[in-house]
């Protein structure tokens, strides 16, 4: 029979389960898988504990409503079992929807519910019914749902068990502690009951599974299971990242969200519960693939108790072709009760932002070549007449020495002519193949200077230069843009000092001839004046300044200087020369570029270079 002090059980659980009920209804706007799962458990043991209370006040003689109470019971001692299974499958594979294997576990309760409801017909669950347990005539069919429930127990406490060893943090210990006790408080009982042969009430069963109900409830909401934490703590992840796994301290893969499943998961075979280190086989090691890295990353933040921040480079299969993608994996160490006990592994894809930089990169690099064509097309320009007065010098000396050439063979017989009157020609000859010479070494000259710049019109080549050998390109390639701006240029540096640089000599060379073209562009309207460059250096920077006495940098221009593409040329210009030199000096020199009006009319633009990749030799 079934004693009062079960029926102040029952009633108590059942205030507290009503209690439940209603806050579930008012609290919980969603629920995750598991949330369902304890619903429908506390649902079935209402179920099951109610008529047990209405049979306490039923009179013994009346079998016929006893037998429909037993069966309005049925449904909850049935699915009690199968549901705590489903609960300690779901919680450690951390899914939120039902698999149809789940599914399956119910088949057998409800064949058994099925069974019950239609005993009068066939007897196989009970061959002779009653409400005290030692009068029970139990039929076949007993043994069929006895043996299910024993499974759906002994499987969920050694599932559990099996969490627990592998993942063996302070909270992942409670959490499966009170999953395993909850689980071997109806087995133990259920057992005693079939083996022990002693007349246990009806009772015992259910009362057996309100451990499982107190403990479920307490590892699910003492230990915030299933609020609204592990929720907004998904969302932030995912707000953060584009994909991210958590891993216990042993590097055992608790968690991961569906971007990180659909990439890595499916690539890499990493399985939930299992070591990542079990992947490795699945990765190019030799490449430093990400699940190598990954390894790696943990053992130094393990180590270090930090962060750990690189990049990572990946191919997935897509479609049957592949796919490289980038990712910024960032791994931190989470604590518990200052101990790590695990980690959190970020990935955000910058895929997307690499190609961007890429296609900046390559726009860039396809101003700065359209700039120097701009260059060498102002220099080509005056390169004719550059060229123009050493050839007409050349080919006057070459008439001059000439006519002495003739003027030898015809005195060849002229007794007046003496020794010294042929020394004397000689000498004459001399001068003139000299000054054949001189001409020969400035077009050389200015020729090296024109093929320097378009033969590395789009490559570098790292080699050591001085700043004279630029100053003196530059000088040599703008002296047409001079001579006809009326601009004498003025070198003002120390003499006793030689300053090299390594680099390209040419993409300097570009940066003063803009400079200087600016300058001669500036000074246009006051017919000319002096431009000077001045070279010099402090004890952090060397300074290459070019000044002029133009008419100066307007305050639009200058608050836009080197940010954007300005100019102060109107329609003659596009800003384009600043806005590349500026980059050249950054990209290439590590330096930065400034410019000013001078306070006595004009501007000044600098070249700033860190002095730590200058060499600087005393002369004397």
């Known amino acids: 029979m079934i004693s009062d002090i079960s029926v102040i059980i029952f009633l108590a659980a059942l205030v507290t389960l009503t209690i439940f009920f209603i806050w579930s209804k008012t609290a919980q706007k969603r629920r995750q898988l598991l949330h369902s799962l304890f619903l429908m458990l ?12 209405i049979m306490r006040f039923v009179p013994a003689d009346n079998e016929t409503l006893l037998y429909i109470l037993d069966c309005v019971m049925q449904p909850g001692g049935a699915l009690c079992s199968p549901i705590y299974l489903c609960i300690a499958v779901t919680f450690v594979s951390g899914n939120d929807k039902m698999s149809n294997w789940l599914k399956a576990f119910f088949i057998l309760p409800i064949f058994t519910i099925l069974v019950a409801w239609t005993n009068p017909l066939h007897h196989l669950y009970y061959q002779q019914f009653s409400v005290v347990r030692s009068q029970i005539v139990f039929g076949p069919y007993i043994v069929v749902s006895g043996l299910g429930n024993y499974i759906f127990l002994i499987a969920a406490v050694v599932y559990m068990i099996g969490f ?28 005693y009951a079939t083996f022990s042969g002693q007349d246990v009430p009806i009772t015992a069963t259910p009362l057996s599974f309100m451990v499982t109900l107190l403990l479920n409830g307490i590892a699910i909401f003492q230990l915030h299971l299933l609020d609204i934490s592990p929720i907004a703590t998904d969302h932030i992840l995912n707000a953060i990242s584009d994909s991210y796994v958590v891993l216990n301290d042993t590097g055992i893969v608790v968690k991961y969200n569906r971007s990180f499943e659909d990439l890595f998961v ?9 070591e990542i280190i079990n992947c490795l086989k699945n990765d190019d090691n030799t490449q430093k693939g990400p699940i190598y890295n990954i390894l790696s990353a943990l053992r130094s933040s393990k180590n270090g108790g930090t962060n750990i921040s690189y ?4 191919i997935f299969t897509a479609g049957g072709t592949d796919v490289k993608k980038h990712f910024v994996v960032d791994v931190s160490p989470l604590y518990l009760n200052g101990q790590i006990s695990g980690f959190v592994i ?11 930089m890429k296609k900046l990169q390559d726009s860039q690099e396809r101003m700065m070549e359209q700039e120097r064509f701009a260059f060498l097309g102002q220099m080509i320009g005056g390169l004719a007449h550059n060229l123009k007065t050493p050839i007409m010098s050349i080919s006057g000396c070459i008439s001059a020495a000439e006519a002495l050439v003739d003027e030898c063979v015809e005195s060849l017989s002229d007794e007046d002519v003496t020794k010294e009157d042929y020394l004397e020609i000689y000498g004459e000859m001399r001068e003139w193949y000299g000054k054949v010479k001189e001409s020969t070494t400035y077009m050389s000259d200015i020729i090296t200077a024109i093929k320097g710049q378009a033969a590395h019109i789009s490559t570098d080549e790292q080699s ?18 001079l001579l006809n701006g009326g601009c004498p240029l003025k070198i003002k540096c120390d003499e006793n000092e030689e300053i090299s640089l390594k680099g390209d000599i040419n993409n300097l060379v570009q940066v003063i001839g803009n400079l200087i073209s600016n300058s001669i562009y500036a000074q246009k309207d006051i017919d000319g004046g002096e431009i000077e460059i001045e070279v010099y250096h402090d004890e952090s920077k060397l300074n290459i300044l070019v000044k002029d006495r133009g008419t100066g940098i307007s305050e639009n221009v200058l608050n836009k200087l080197f940010k954007s593409m300005v100019t102060n040329k109107g329609t003659m ?15 290439k020199f590590n330096g930065e570029m400034w410019g000013e ?3 006595d009319g004009g501007s000044i633009f600098g070249i700033a270079i860190p002095l730590d990749t200058v060499t600087i030799k005393r002369l004397r």
Request: zero cysteines; proline letters at 2%; glycine letters at 8%.
């Open 42 to 53: 506390a649902v079935a043991y209402t179920s099951w504990i109610i008529p047990l209370i």
């Open 164 to 191: 627990g060893l592998k993942n063996r943090s302070s909270l992942y210990w409670k959490q499966s502690t009170l999953f395993i006790i909850s689980g071997l408080a109806p087995l133990f009982m259920s057992m």
């Open 266 to 274: 499916r690539e890499y075979g990493i399985v939930k519960n299992q």
């Open 311 to 314: 990049e990572q480079t990946a």
């Open 346 to 356: 970020l990935f955000k894809d910058i895929t997307q932002l690499r190609d961007s």
């Open 464 to 481: 050591s230069f001085t700043i004279s050998e630029v100053l003196k390109r530059s000088m040599l390639l703008m002296r047409h843009e």
């Open 573 to 587: 210009g596009t800003g384009l020369g600043l806005y590349i030199s500026n980059a050249v000096i950054r990209g």
């Open 597 to 599: 009006n001078r306070k």
